[in-house]
């Protein structure tokens, strides 16, 4: 399974994957009795205002961290039946029945390994002529924290895809997509400086690297990486993504 969140953290700073996320429902014609897939909806911050999308549907939120659900159940709580709350890795084919009208995701697919296998399960649980929205990290992603982490002797993105526009199109097109659009777009995230910024690290972009390190090495690690970049700001590359399920 993909690795566990301290949920209500990753809740509390946020912001930018909200904000990216929001950019990305938008991308969905929706008349609101949908049956939509939430893929990595984490603590369902962009769920909530998918459902608010959705008056007479349901939202499939779906996640691989037990403790993002458990966060999303609490967020999402008002909405009783109209969630259906699902713990899942998305490298394997997912456990969602009847197939949903559309795919949301922001956020979440560069920490999948295989991109073939994510778009083909993704594939397998959209309905014919349903849409897929996505964002994720793309191409060029954070080559400032990339470098630090170098520098200091780790590789810290060894496990993620971040990928270009022309293997993802191919990739989509073999899982059976059409209508595709796929490009880069640079977000640079300034955070502040100090506690926020070395919390924002240690939650978000080192996580995976820090849960293999022993305790007492994680904070001086993060600590160096904030130490060694130019400026407070994550050079974030979007990878939006577009695409129709063929009939």
């Known amino acids: 399974m993909p690795r566990d969140w301290d949920a209500a953290t990753y809740d509390r700073i946020a912001d930018p994957m909200f904000r990216w996320g929001a950019v990305v429902l938008g991308w969905l014609d929706l008349q609101g009795n949908e049956r939509v897939l939430d893929a990595g909806c984490g603590s369902g911050r962009v769920t909530e205002l998918l459902l608010d999308r959705l008056p007479g549907g349901v939202a499939v939120a779906l ?78 992603n954070l080559v400032s924290v990339e470098r630090a982490l170098r520098d200091l002797g780790h590789d810290p993105f060894a496990s993620k895809v971040f990928a270009t526009p022309a293997q993802t199109r191919e990739r989509l097109e073999r899982a059976g997509f059409t209508d595709v659009e796929v490009w880069l777009r640079e977000e640079p995230t300034r955070i502040e400086s100090g506690e926020p910024l070395e919390t924002y690290l240690s939650t978000v972009v080192l996580g995976a690297l820090l849960d293999t390190m022993p305790a007492a090495d994680r904070a001086p690690l993060v600590h160096e990486v904030a130490e060694r970049m130019p400026e407070c700001v994550l050079d974030y590359v979007r990878l939006n993504i577009r695409a129709s399920r063929s009939g």
């Not at 037990?66 to 967020?75: G, H, K, L, Q």
């Not at 969602?96 to 649980?125: E, I």
Request: aromatic fraction near 6%; proline fraction near 9%; hydrophobic fraction near 45%.
């Open 63 to 140: 996640d691989g961290s037990p403790s993002m659900i458990e966060e999303a159940r609490r967020r999402l709580a008002r909405f009783g039946e109209r969630v259906e709350y699902v713990i899942a890795d998305l490298l394997l084919p997912l456990p969602v029945s009847p197939p949903v009208d559309a795919v949301l995701s922001t956020a979440t697919f560069h920490w999948v390994p295989d991109h073939d296998a994510l778009f083909r399960n993704l594939a397998g649980v959209l309905r014919p002529g349903g849409r897929l929205a996505a964002q994720c990290g793309g191409a060029g």
